[in-house]
Structure formats: structure tokens, C-alpha cells
């Protein structure tokens, strides 16, 4: 009888275990990842992790619209509270079997790992970043950040200029 109950009673943890495993390595849908996300931390290689938001009045937007479109911005809070949106890069992005590319760069299994349906953790050369799904921002907020960042390409004459006065 004890025996038994023995067999049982590992069974039962076998199955358990089975179950939490399972549980621990179920994959997060590739398109959960379209929407607005803000940088939540980063932590470069060898540093103390940074905490973005309040506290220091840094964080990063980015966009993953559901047809590829990508954005993604710097966002500041002044000391008087003004808001700034510094653009940072417009294009394409694509995430596929957790295999992610953003403006063209090689696909890495590491950029974008959906930890759930509104956290993911990136990397991108010696940093990684945690990333939060903002649900609350509204359209209008959302489009004026990405036709901002739209704007960021300077036109060749004027670059041109500005290298001749400024780059000498």
C-alpha cells in the first residue's frame, strides 16, 4: 500500500511538473506586439539598471502598427513639466516566430521577446530594454508621436547646408 501511494504521490509531482513547464514555455502570439509601448528600464552591459519614466523624466514610445509600420521616439519631461518628443527613426518592422528586424537590420531572436501580452524585453547592441503596452494613449497622441517621427528625415539641401556651416 505504502508503495502505491508512493508511485502515486510522484505522479502526481511528474504531472505538476509537466503542467508548470508547459505553463512557463507557452509563446505570447507574434501579433500582440502591434500597439504603443513605453521603455520601462534599460540596462547597459556591465551598469546598474536605469528606471525610466517620473523619476528621471526619460522614456521611449515606440509604434508597431499591424501593416509593419514602425516609430520610435525619445520622450523627455522638462523640469517645469513640458513635454519633448525627439524623434528617433521611422520605417518597417517585422516580428515573425519571435524573429524581430526593425528598419531594415538583420533579424535577431533577441530584440523582441514577448514576456506576456503587455511586457517585452529587447536587446540591441550591449543594452536591454523592458518595454510596457500602453492601452490608454489616445489616437491622437499616438499619431502626432509617429508623424513626428515621420518628419525626422532632413532633406539633402538642407543637410548639405548644414554640414557646410556647422560641420567645417
Known amino acids: ?3 502505491i501511494r508512493q508511485i502515486t504521490l510522484t505522479l502526481i509531482a511528474l504531472l505538476l511538473c509537466a503542467i ?7 509563446r505570447v502570439a507574434d501579433s500582440e506586439l502591434i500597439g504603443v509601448w513605453s521603455l520601462v528600464s534599460m540596462q547597459y552591459d556591465g551598469e546598474n539598471k536605469i528606471t525610466c519614466g517620473k523619476a528621471n523624466g526619460y522614456s521611449s514610445f515606440k509604434y508597431f502598427g499591424a501593416d509593419g509600420e514602425y516609430a520610435c521616439a525619445e ?3 522638462t523640469k517645469d513639466g513640458t513635454i519633448v518628443v525627439m524623434p528617433h527613426e521611422y520605417g518597417t518592422y517585422t516580428f515573425k516566430n519571435g524573429m524581430y528586424s526593425e528598419m531594415g537590420r ?5 530584440g523582441v521577446v514577448l514576456t506576456d501580452k503587455t511586457h517585452f524585453r529587447g536587446r540591441w547592441i550591449n543594452r536591454t530594454d523592458v518595454w510596457e503596452k500602453q492601452s490608454s494613449m489616445s489616437e491622437k497622441v499616438i499619431r502626432y508621436i509617429v508623424d513626428r517621427c515621420k518628419l525626422q528625415d532632413v532633406p ?6 548644414i554640414k557646410q556651416n556647422m560641420f567645417k
Request: no cysteine; glycine share 4%.
Open 156 to 161: 539633402a539641401d538642407i543637410q548639405q547646408q
Open 1 to 3: 500500500m505504502r508503495q
Open 106 to 110: 538583420p533579424a535577431t531572436a533577441d
Open 75 to 77: 520622450i523627455a519631461m
Open 20 to 26: 508548470g513547464a508547459n505553463a512557463q514555455t507557452a
